[in-house]
């Protein structure tokens, strides 16, 4: 599977997915027009991509609205499945959190942060 976000400030949405949930960026992919995807291995043969518009464009007037993934229709979270859901946790201290690191039951346990649009990203880790 893909999924690909447009952001508003590029160089945070790479550096939030790649450092702070430590996804491994492949690479960047010119397509048509002048974008340009940057691409990260998702685990499982998934890619998770973030397009780069053109110099001088602006991003999309329409945005999904901030806050719980609950509180809109359509697309409203991605998951990761994740090794080290603390050090993630730790690596996102100052942002916005919808829920915290929490065991659901024995072996699994979720939270959900917010990237810097506002997209909740669900982490997931079991053991």
């Known amino acids: 599977m893909q999924v690909g976000i447009v952001p508003n400030e590029l160089e945070l949405s790479i550096s939030f997915y790649r450092d702070r949930i430590g996804l491994p960026y ?30 001088g464009s602006r991003p999309p007037a329409e945005q999904s609205p901030p806050g719980p993934f609950t509180a809109a229709t359509g697309i409203r979270w991605i998951t990761f499945d994740v090794d080290d859901i603390d050090g993630i946790a730790d690596r996102c201290h100052e942002c916005t959190w919808q829920m915290p690191v929490t065991e659901l039951r024995p072996g699994l346990r979720v939270a959900v942060v917010e990237d810097p649009d506002g997209n909740a990203v669900e982490l997931v880790e079991r053991r």
């Open 26 to 55: 492949t690479g960047a992919l010119p397509v048509i027009e002048g974008r340009v995807l940057h691409m990260f291995d998702a685990g499982g043969g998934g890619v998770f991509k973030i397009m780069e518009l053109p110099a």
